[in-house]
């Protein structure tokens, strides 16, 4: 079965630190990536997505991915964290099948950024 | 302002009471769905709909039951709830299956 998998469940930096959350997924054909953040109560925002090209993809708020076909993975990065990126992680894959394409999650990972 | 919202948002019930959460895009979306989350599990699909009276099952379609009557509404029912459907639930919709927006989220406590 397709499946996503998020390395780190939580991670506890400080502000200033270096970001890196782990992605892979399992299918091999073609897809589409995202990564969606959830802040503390609120819903789920679509944070950067990767359809095709340029495999280094950026998106809101510094946040950047690059997606390495080889390793079935779409890596989460920013260089120097904030306080207010504290939040929950998802990273999520769209296998292209030509029918309905369904959105499938990771379990998430939850940063939490000291001051 | 386009937006996708649910009511209620928190909602508390007893097992067996039938109940009904409602979604409503007005982006004129026809793709739309229904996830829960789960603490270690991420999100997880209920139902979706391609469009109007067209819906099928995702991944978790246990006790849940919706319908597509018109474009911008897409309601989940649960018949009987059980404590195991305690959950966030996330209504979301899309143009075109590639970016799904999300609504605010349902917060079911089922006793």
């Known amino acids: 079965a397709q499946s996503v998998s998020q390395h780190n469940h939580h991670v506890i930096l400080s502000e200033a630190a270096s970001l890196e959350l782990g992605c892979n997924y399992s299918?091999?054909?073609?897809?589409?990536l995202f990564w969606y953040v959830q802040y503390p109560g609120q819903h789920l925002q679509l944070l950067l997505k990767y359809f095709s090209g340029d495999p280094l993809v950026k998106g809101i708020k510094g946040f950047e991915a690059e997606f390495i076909k080889s390793k079935f993975s779409f890596n989460l990065r920013k260089p120097s964290v904030q306080w207010s990126d504290t939040a929950e992680y998802f990273c999520a894959v769209t296998p292209l099948s030509g029918g309905y394409n369904k959105l499938i999650f990771g379990a998430g990972t939850r940063l939490a950024v000291h001051p | 302002e386009a937006q996708v919202t649910q009511n209620p948002r928190y909602l508390i019930t007893v097992t067996g009471k039938k109940l009904t959460v409602t979604c409503s895009q007005n982006?004129?979306?026809?793709?739309m769905s229904w996830y829960r989350q789960d603490p270690g599990l991420g999100l997880r699909q209920i139902y979706y709909s391609m469009n109007v009276e067209v819906t099928d099952k995702g991944d978790v379609p246990e006790g849940y039951k919706v319908s597509r009557k018109e474009k911008r509404n897409f309601p989940l029912i649960l018949e009987s709830p059980s404590p195991n459907q305690t959950s966030l639930y996330f209504c979301?919709?899309?143009?075109?299956?590639?970016?799904?927006?999300f609504g605010p989220g349902t917060r079911l406590l089922v006793l």
């Open positions: 982006m004129n979306h026809e793709y």
């Open positions: 979301a919709s899309s143009f075109d299956q590639e970016t799904q927006y």
């Open positions: 299918y091999g054909g073609t897809v589409n």
